[in-house]
Nanobody, 117 residues
């Protein structure tokens, strides 16, 4: 019922910027971005509810901005001042629970790779 497709990843130099997008289909309540880096567990990056409330990981505050277009079922993540530690596979995820807990989100996209060097 719910499908998510990410895009916008790629290689970028440290200090550069990327904009990730997620096209969703189906009914979406809470939606956000998670990432998986080599040797690390999934971590929440940013989430937004059906309104205007947002949540950010401490490591990305001030650098990343999440937004959504509800009529279009479209999500974006503007990433500025990227650091090597931001290198990861980034996933769009949707669910009915708020917060940055990956296990609470049952719907996931296939991911888009971000490599900062």
């Amino acid at each position: 019922q719910v499908q998510l497709v990410e895009s916008g990843g790629g290689p970028v130099q440290a200090g550069g910027s990327l904009r990730l997008t997620c096209q969703a289909s189906g009914y979406i309540r809470h939606i956000g971005w998670f990432r998986e880096a080599p040797g690390k567990e999934r971590e929440g990056v940013a989430q937004i509810d059906t309104g205007v409330i947002t949540h950010y990981a401490e490591s990305v505050k001030g650098r990343f901005t999440i937004s959504r277009d509800n009529p279009k079922n479209f999500l974006s993540l503007q990433m500025n001042n990227l650091k090597p530690d931001d290198t990861a596979m980034y996933y769009c995820a949707a669910g009915s629970a708020a917060g940055l807990v990956a296990s609470a989100f049952p719907y996931w996209g296939q991911g888009t790779q971000v490599t900062v060097s």
